[in-house]
């Protein structure tokens, strides 16, 4: 059996419960990623979203369990995983375009600096900021100008795997659709592995080959993990007419409403927990089960 | 006036009372009479020797103009130009002051970036901040065996504190999203300290600086009049023992204005290094 290109092994996380004792956040939760796959994970807030993400990045160390991607454990942060935070988290005293570009001097310590700007440049390009805008402090742009400039810094970067944490959250809906077409196009360019948190069932749709689904913590498990049946380029527009759309919504609606309670708060007796594989495809009914028969499936 | 505007009114209204408060200060001196008015028995008891009285602010004036023509000349140890005497005290000040920056900086990153730091290093700060600068000074002058590094060394310890606490300070509150920024971009220590620490505190450590300059300056007046020789602070000492209070009155107002010029030079540096989140 070969490993996926990013495999998530029994990760335990722990916290001290300020009374003396721990509390669990999650516990051993495997799974994968494939090479060029976008997944998204969905789950209701305080789960351990933001946990799993930071063990991904290397800026936190799991109580246990490992990371391996590419084949090699992760200990640490690397520029092969770039992140893109929910605030943003731009320099607030460099412009636009020197926020990008010393990233990009990191990654490439070789270039002159005159490449450093042209390639930097092409990326704040890609994300729709050029002109004057890049030479403004992030003080001076609107909240979805700052999101782009940390999804051009972080693509800017080629990392082998790109970690989006809630990257809309704070954003109105319209700059919201603008910048996830975006972040689809440079995505469906670069072909880059992308794991990413959100709160958004639509977005999720949109964006995901596969949504992981979380149950409410604590002993949160990634219970599922949903086939976006829905083939690509898709628009906004166009994919609610898709046959499948509906189905795959009212599955994820109904685990987040319902199911992600009933099946929190199971301590894993130490068994590893997969999620389960959801397949929901009713263009191919022939060969393919109905999703009824196989959600319930699931609940056992 | 709807005309002026909210800066010119004020810089009208600072004028209207200057005015007002140098012609009650000068109506509020009687005037001394000249010595040909005198009687034979005022001369006879001193009258013609001028009183030791506060000077009207038109002396202060004429005696401003008087040295701020010639600020420089040399005339003997107890003769200095104005300029002179500030020169020489702005020297110790910048000399206790940046080694003091050089000491403080260094020190307060380490102690921001290492609880461990933290917590050892707090108690001698603890107990050594609150003590007076001119307290150090007998044993300054007794182990340096100097007063000019002694005073020096004075304005060092007095300006330590502020930069020391308020780089730790600032060090200690880096937001850990830009330091997480700097790990996911593989930055090394050195790396992450300059441009992304020492960006993100600078305004925190400028102000810290400034707090120090004002200080330093408060201070360097004292220690001059205990060690005496030059400086402002002998200058005005030295006048105050030749009952000259027109010169104590103009060096005061000298004092005032270096220490204001001093500070407004770190507020345009904290301007220059202030961030808007
Ligand atoms: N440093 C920490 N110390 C203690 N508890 C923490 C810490 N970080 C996160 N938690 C807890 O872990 C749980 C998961 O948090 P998080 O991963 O931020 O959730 P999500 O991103 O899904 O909203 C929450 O209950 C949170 O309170
Ligand atoms: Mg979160």
């Known amino acids: 059996m070969t490993k996926p290109f990013l495999s998530i092994e029994n990760l335990t996380q722990t916290y001290p419960d300020g009374q003396g004792g721990t509390m669990t956040v999650f516990e051993n939760a495997t799974f994968g990623v494939e090479k060029g796959e976008f997944v998204c994970i969905l789950g209701h807030s305080g789960c351990g979203k933001s946990t799993i993400m930071n063990i991904l990045a290397g800026l936190a160390e799991p109580t246990s369990g490992v990371v391996v991607m590419d084949g090699r454990e992760v200990s640490g942060p690397s520029l092969d995983r770039g992140v893109v935070f929910q605030n943003y988290s731009l320099l607030p005293w460099l412009s636009t375009l020197k926020n990008v570009s010393f990233g990009v001097a990191a990654r490439h310590p070789e270039w002159s600096k005159a490449e450093v700007l042209e390639h930097s440049r092409k990326y704040l390009a890609m994300v729709g900021l050029e002109g004057d805008v890049i030479h403004r402090k992030p003080s001076q742009l609107s909240g979805g100008m700052r999101q782009r400039v940390s999804i051009a810094r972080a693509f800017a970067n080629h990392p082998k795997l790109l970690l989006l944490d809630e990257p809309f959250g704070a954003l109105d809906a319209l700059t919201r659709g603008t910048i996830q077409d975006e972040l689809l196009k440079i995505w469906g360019d670069s072909g880059q592995t992308v794991f990413m948190i959100t709160h958004d069932i639509d977005e999720a749709i949109l964006l995901a080959d596969r949504i992981l689904l979380m149950t409410n913590g604590p002993f949160a498990r990634v219970a599922e993990s949903v086939e976006i049946t829905i083939p690509r380029p898709r628009n906004r527009t166009a994919i609610v007419e898709h046959p499948n759309y509906y189905a795959i919504r009212n599955h994820l609606v109904q685990f987040l409403g319902k199911r992600s309670k009933e099946l929190a708060g199971q301590a894993s007796d130490g068994a590893t927990q997969s999620p389960e594989t959801v397949r929901i495809d009713l263009t191919d009914a022939a060969d393919e089960p109905t999703p009824e028969p196989r959600l319930r499936a699931v609940n056992t | ?277």
């Open chain 2, 1 to 277: 006036m709807p005309s002026l505007s909210l800066n010119q009114r004020a810089l009208l209204l600072s004028v209207v009372m200057l005015v007002v408060g140098l012609l009650a200060w000068e109506a509020a001196i009687p005037a001394q009479k000249a010595v040909g008015e005198l009687t034979e028995y005022e001369r006879l008891t001193g009258g013609g020797v001028p009183k030791a009285g506060v000077p009207p602010p038109s002396q202060v004036i004429a005696k401003a103009w008087q040295e701020l023509s010639n600020p420089f000349y040399d005339a003997g140890p107890n003769d200095k130009g104005i300029g002179i005497q500030i020169g020489y005290s702005i020297y110790r000040v910048l000399s206790g002051y940046l080694m003091a920056a050089v000491v403080a900086i260094p020190l307060g990153f380490l102690i921001g970036m290492s609880p461990v730091a933290y917590k050892a290093l707090n108690p001698f700060i603890q107990v050594l901040r609150p003590i007076s600068p001119l307290a150090w000074m007998p044993l300054a002058l007794f182990i340096i065996q100097d007063s000019e590094a002694s005073a020096i060394f004075v304005i060092f310890i007095c300006s330590i504190w502020p930069m020391l606490i308020n780089t730790a300070f600032g060090v200690a509150g880096v937001r850990q999203d830009w330091v997480n920024v700097a790990r996911t971009h593989e930055l090394g220590h050195l790396k992450t300290a300059f441009t992304v620490i020492l960006p993100a505190a600078a305004p925190t450590i400028v102000t810290g600086m400034r707090i120090s300059i004002g200080i330093a300056w408060l201070v360097i007046v004292a220690a001059e009049m205990l060690v005496g020789g030059t400086g402002i602070g002998y200058y005005v000492w030295n006048e105050w023992n030749n009952l000259d209070l027109t010169s104590v009155i103009f060096s005061i107002l000298m004092i005032g204005v270096v220490g204001m010029m001093l500070d407004a030079a770190f507020a345009s540096l904290q301007r220059a290094v202030a961030y808007a989140e």
